[in-house]
């Protein structure tokens, strides 16, 4: 069969507000599509032809020729993962919806499409390309057991560097040591696809992605393991890994690791020597998020004055072993008043940020938030293009709907405000960010 994989677009912040670009002078970053259809493309039986459209690139034509459609998204990509599956189903083309958003909202996508994947794709994509060929595709697939991750082929990287063209060539592209996560973040939906318990993806995964990544230049991001931070078990495998990555380097591998993502608060309990293992691997960058937790909650929230003290300790420590904060501020939690806005930037300003982003509270479906706002009729948008961080989709507790939206948007404004010659002089990584 002739397989053809979607990545649908989605609007950034930028595109939702496009008077960010006027007073936000950095560079837009589009980065590589996320990683799920190159992991579940990697288990495909042999014997299939396997193809990639990034929708955010090449607007998918839904006049394409395949035997059968695979689309993966995630909830802001949904508006129009939703638009294509049924553009497509309605000329009696095959088409299965996977992703975390179709994992979440199974009902919402069944009628768009022939078959949604809930939950972790690799452990049923064989079934369902087997029973597509058959033409007895089923309506729902779901592992019951989670995937066992130690025995998985590398993602199918090919796929997206070969999709790369003249005004698209990632930087990095993303690499994953473990799934699942023992935290309780009410704002994430990751513990819900993924589970609780932390699972470890083995050393061929590990290395042969990396190898393939340093053949074509591409320095790797470490986006989604905030969790590997959390406990000791997990730090213990974190440092193996990055113990894993020296020893590559000194095999002759061009390994350029680029950033590691992190709740803000547990910057302050690593180990000094894992934060200089961290220099000796050469990350430079921590994408740090908050807003997440107790401490930047209190910090920003409500201006607590010894969480504030933690949150800029965060900040100097990072300073300190010269890996540079980039941070992602997120604002509308429930104990955000107005004051959040003014106490966000100065304590950007403050603590030396040179890099950050601006996010709004965003009950996306299947999170705690989600749940909890359903039940309190806060949510009064469900086009889900909207839910990108971007956009106010509920109710705020202490402010107006419009006070947060304005809000949002002043700290993008105020934290860029006057830096527009400073960034002329500045070499790519430093004046690039995704918004």
């Known amino acids: 069969m002739r397989i053809c994989f979607v990545y649908p677009a989605f609007e950034r912040h930028a595109d939702a507000h ?162 699942g996560c023992p935290l309780q973040c009410d704002a994430c939906v990751l513990p819900s696809i993924h589970g609780k318990t932390l699972r470890y993806f083995g050393e061929p995964y590990l290395s042969d992605s990396i190898r393939l990544l340093s053949r074509h230049g591409k320095r790797i991001s470490l986006t989604e393991d905030t969790s590997s931070f959390g406990v000791q078990g997990a730090r213990k495998e974190f440092r193996a890994f990055l113990e894993r990555c020296l020893a590559l380097q000194d095999e002759g591998v061009a390994l350029q690791l680029s950033y590691v993502g992190i709740s803000m608060p547990m910057i302050l309990n690593l180990d000094p020597s894992l934060l200089e293992l961290l220099q000796r691997t050469r990350i430079a960058r921590f994408y740090l998020v908050g807003g997440f937790d107790p401490i930047t909650r209190d910090a920003f929230g409500k201006g607590d004055a010894k969480a504030m003290d933690k949150a800029e300790r965060t900040i100097a420590r990072c300073q300190e072993h010269r890996i540079d904060p980039y941070v992602s501020f997120m604002v509308g939690n429930a104990d955000d008043d107005e004051g959040v806005f003014e106490r966000t930037v100065s304590f950007a300003k403050r603590t030396g940020i040179d890099l950050a982003e601006f996010v709004v509270s965003t009950p996306y479906p299947g999170t705690p938030l989600w749940h909890r706002y359903q039940a309190e009729g806060r949510i009064f948008d469900r086009t889900w293009k909207h839910y990108n961080d971007a956009n106010v989709v509920f109710t705020p507790h202490k402010m107006s709907v419009e006070a947060l939206r304005q809000g949002y948007l002043y700290v993008w404004r105020e934290f860029y405000r006057g830096r527009a010659d400073e960034f002329t002089t500045r070499d790519h990584e430093r004046r690039t960010i995704q918004f």
């Open 18 to 179: 496009p008077e960010l670009r006027q007073f936000v002078p950095a560079n837009e970053y589009l980065g590589p599509p996320s990683l799920g259809i190159a992991a579940v493309a990697a288990t495909t039986p042999p014997g299939h032809l396997l193809e990639l459209v990034d929708d955010r690139v090449t607007p998918f034509d839904p006049a394409h020729e395949a035997d059968l459609f695979a689309l993966s998204f995630f909830t802001p990509a949904a508006t129009r993962g939703l638009e294509i599956a049924a553009a497509l189903k309605a000329r009696g083309k095959k088409v299965v919806c996977g992703g975390i958003f179709p994992s979440m909202m199974p009902d919402e996508v069944a009628p768009h499409c022939d078959s949604v994947v809930v939950g972790e794709g690799e452990g049923v994509w064989p079934q369902v390309v087997a029973d597509a060929a058959a033409g007895r595709l089923r309506p729902r697939y779901q592992a019951t057991t989670p995937v066992e991750l130690a025995g998985l082929p590398r993602p199918r990287l090919e796929l997206y560097l070969e999709n790369e063209r003249p005004g698209f060539a990632p930087d990095d592209y993303p690499l994953q040591t473990s799934r």
